[in-house]
């Protein structure tokens, strides 16, 4: 349970891996230049789409066609226990504009009522090239209870190398270089990189491999298609035409052998999670979408 925001990102992120889809203040480099830019009120409206579904030939090349700079989207989070969901806190997803990066911040918050029985703040953020959301740079902070931890990870991916700098807090870090094979992604970059895939031409069960960095490990996972759902209902938010998706889980004390997550995923340009559902090792968990706003295109798989 200590876990539930930092699964809630996991899954929301690698969620919008599935396809589509905090922060910390450091001083110099391009990297972190003043935050601006916020999305146009509103764009045009697309023509008939249907997403399509291919891996793109070159994964250290993605040009980004579906997210925009000043996009928000925040899910609540329900965590089942005992037959009843307490509604437990929310993750915020914020696209911000750099000369040439996305800033993406992911915050999770525990709600007050829930804080009793354990409070959690977790700020991610990544820093993605915007030629080919590749990270520059990643940064975990947690502090979940009393467990806290901090992790800067800088990436050279021209140099087939990362530095992890690690510790309890940012004052008290040591550094791990990680050697890269390939390009590769972080926890978040993987989610915006995967909204730009196309999957026309996928087939129900037909599997995406995928690899990130996280935790100073490099985890070769993969992402299944399901197929189309016409008909997907969001609690407080409405029905929608989506994709469904299952991401590959990492067995451990959060997850149990064979354990399957279902991302439901808007079948239109969009392509963001409406609706992620799994079980842990006691009980189940549920992201759903709360909120959007500044999307690049208009909400088309709504049903009515």
Known sequence: MK??????????????????????DFSGGEYL???????????????????????????????NNVFQAGEKIVYKLY????????????????????????HVMVRGRTYESYEWFYSVRDNYESYLDKKTLLPKIHIKDIQEGGYTRYDRTT???DKGRAVSAR???????????????????????????ARNLDYEEMTVNQKIPIKILMDQEIYPLSLKYLGPEEDTKVKGVGRFRTQKFSPQLIAGDVFKEGDEMKIYVTDDENKIPVLIESPVSVGSVKAVLKSYKGLKYPMTAQVE
């Not at 925001?5 to 889809?21: H, I, W």
């Not at 003043?34 to 023509?47: F, G, I, R, Y």
């Not at 965590?79 to 996305?102: C, I, K, M, R, S």
């Open 33 to 63: 230049a003043p935050l601006t830019s916020t999305a146009p009120a509103s764009a045009p409206a697309p023509s008939a789409f249907h997403p399509p579904m291919a891996l793109p030939a070159d994964v250290c090349e993605t040009e």
């Open 167 to 193: 510790g309890k807090t940012r004052d008290d870090l040591k550094e791990k270089e990680i050697p890269l094979e390939e390009c590769m992604h972080d926890l978040i970059s993987i989610v915006y990189y």
């Open 155 to 157: 990436f050279y991916q």
């Open 3 to 24: 876990f539930l925001l930092r699964l809630a990102l996991l899954f929301a992120l690698p969620a919008g891996l599935l396809l589509n889809t905090a922060a910390v």
């Open 79 to 102: 965590y089942n226990w005992n037959f009843v969901w307490l509604a437990a806190g929310e993750v915020t997803f914020l696209v911000h504009d750099l000369p040439n990066q996305y």
